[in-house]
């Protein structure tokens, strides 16, 4: 986890999961990299919002792997889902719903999948595609963390990748192009 600069109620926080997908942001604001994964996401974010210094929203943006062929470009998430908890055998064991979907502000928007393993193959993706159109590793766990504590919360995402055979070579070659459009989004639709 580390936090550039300094969080204050009259600035967006920018949440990313690795200094890669960072590397062009305007560093006027302020920026948690919180590491790769959910629990990392969710760590550092509570973390940070624990301390008592309050954004007056948080933008998560980040890398996706696209779930359904030809998906390309910057997309604001409308609903966040884990691919990997068994929510329907916990519900049966335990009766509670646990795990639900997360409708963000900008409800319109995609669906994205989040779970802690990087998606590498045909047969998992096209499992995924039947209820996402992207996959990530962190935006459930930011979005729980950002319901929690009552800040409002955006989720973008550049697809870097097909999320199939040969997505991690892909997101290497790509994380560069991706950051840049994900710093040109922010500086179009972030007041600094």
Not at 73 to 100: F, K, N, P
């Amino acid at each position: 986890m580390e936090l550039i600069g300094e969080i204050s109620a009259d600035r967006p926080l920018l949440v990313l999961a690795v200094k890669e997908e960072a590397q062009f942001l305007d560093t006027t604001l302020p920026i948690l990299l919180t590491g790769m994964g959910k629990v990392n996401g969710a760590i550092a974010l509570a973390t940070v919002l624990a301390r008592g210094a309050r954004p007056s929203g948080i933008v998560n943006l980040g890398t996706a792997g696209a779930l359904r062929m030809g998906l390309t470009g910057t997309h604001v998430i409308g609903t966040v889902i884990q691919h990997d908890l068994a929510s329907d055998v916990l519900r049966t064991l335990t009766g509670e719903l646990v795990g639900q979907p997360l409708t963000l502000v900008d409800a319109d928007g995609p669906t994205l999948a989040t779970g802690d393993a990087f998606i590498a193959d045909d047969a998992t993706r096209d499992r995924l595609a039947v209820r996402a159109s992207l996959v990530d590793m962190e935006g459930y766990a930011i979005a729980a963390a950002a319901q929690e504590a009552g800040v409002p919360l955006r989720i973008v995402k550049h697809v870097s990748d097909d999320a199939g055979d040969g997505a991690a070579r892909t997101w290497r070659e790509t994380v560069a192009e991706c950051a840049r459009a994900l710093a040109d989004w922010s500086a179009r639709n972030i007041p600094a």
